[in-house]
């Protein structure tokens, strides 16, 4: 079995990853003019470029090495028939809890104040508010998403969640479709976004959406940076009727030097780093997944048509 590697950034923690998950296998990394006449069976890639999909026309499957397929299926060159596998949890789902959990509880127990308090010596203790007032909603009930959702339920945060299908998790009140939305918004004290940035997801939360928010509307947005109009997010900042974001995504990353968000108290910004690929575990999950393959079945695959 001959298996093509590629990560621009990462490409010997990937590359041996995959040679000790597939001992038997010839195991390569794609360099651009390389391996010409080298076709591959199965590609492990993270964002390659649009010449890797015009020089490997043999592969039976790509995996994805995290979870946001965005920028590959947006590559011309990805063949419409290619299965395409993004990463299932495989432990992010936990990483995305722990960060969710912190930014709802900075601001449900008022850090946010006390750090402003602390540097201006201030020394002024709030009322503790119940949790029932304080209502999240969540964008995206994905394999992520879900076990997000359930994560703050079990905190005692009543818990809307939105997907594109109807489902049902416990703990959760699931919403769908247009009114769905407008429903969790209007009744958030607290948005989480993780949804996939996909041409129906794009600036989804705009002026007009994030203005339904209740007065005070917090956003964490663990998804992906183009779901947010981040500019209608910073009118609403600056008027107060929003009252704080964490930010783990951008459009555009990293986020520019020049950007007031770097600078504004009233934002938290991570550099992508809620929830990363876990590499070993990763490698679990395409090894079963490959052996599935080779027996004729098939795991889940994207729909590229949706995006996601
Ligand atoms: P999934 O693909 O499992 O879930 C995506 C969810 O979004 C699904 O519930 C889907 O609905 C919903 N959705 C998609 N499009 C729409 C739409 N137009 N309207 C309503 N709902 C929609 O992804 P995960 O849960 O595993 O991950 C979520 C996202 O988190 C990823 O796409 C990725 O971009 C991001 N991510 C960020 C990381 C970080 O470090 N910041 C790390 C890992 C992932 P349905 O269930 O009906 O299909």
Redesign the pocket.
């Known amino acids: 079995m001959k298996i093509l590697v590629y990560n621009r950034k990462n490409s010997e923690v990937w590359t041996s990853a995959v040679r000790n998950a597939f001992p038997d296998a010839d195991v390569r990394h794609w360099v651009e003019g390389d391996c010409h006449d080298w076709l591959a069976d199965y590609a492990v890639i993270w964002q390659p470029p649009a010449a890797f999909f015009q020089q490997q026309t043999q592969l039976k499957a790509v995996f994805n090495q995290?979870?946001?397929?965005?920028s590959l299926v947006s590559l011309e060159s990805l063949p419409a028939d290619l299965p395409v596998f993004?990463?299932?949890?495989v432990g992010?789902?936990e990483?995305?809890s722990d960060?969710v959990t912190y930014g709802l509880l900075h601001f449900y127990r008022d850090f946010d104040l006390y750090r402003q308090h602390q540097s201006d010596k201030q020394w002024q203790p709030h009322r503790i508010a119940q949790k029932s007032d304080w209502t999240v909603g969540i964008?995206?009930?994905?394999?992520?998403?879900?076990?997000?959702a359930e994560a703050v339920s079990h905190l005692g945060f009543p818990v809307i969640?939105?997907?594109?299908?109807?489902?049902t998790v416990q703990g959760v009140n699931c919403v769908?479709g247009k009114e769905g939305?407008d429903h969790l918004l209007r009744e958030s004290r607290v948005l989480v976004s993780?949804?996939?940035?996909?041409p129906?997801?794009h600036k989804?939360l705009n002026q007009e959406t994030l203005t339904k928010l209740p007065e005070g509307g917090v956003l964490i947005?663990?998804?992906?940076g183009d779901v947010i109009d981040i500019e209608a997010l910073q009118v609403l900042l600056k008027s107060g009727h929003m009252r704080g974001a964490m930010l783990?995504?951008f459009e555009k990353e990293p986020l520019e030097d020049s950007h007031p968000f770097w600078n504004n108290s009233k934002v938290m910004i991570t550099p992508?780093?809620?929830?990363?690929?876990p590499v070993a575990q990763a490698l679990e999950q395409i090894v079963a997944d490959i052996a599935l393959i080779e027996q004729g079945e098939m795991p889940p695959a994207?729909d590229k048509s949706?995006?996601?």
């Not at 995290?66 to 965005?70: E, I, N, R, S």
């Open positions: 995290g979870v946001g397929v965005d993004k990463l299932r949890g992010m789902e990483y995305m960060y964008l995206g009930l994905g394999v992520i998403g879900k076990a997000v969640g939105w997907s594109r299908s109807e489902k769908s939305l993780l949804l996939p940035s996909t129906s997801t989804l947005n663990g998804g992906r783990d995504v992508h780093i809620a929830a990363p690929t994207i949706l995006g996601y």
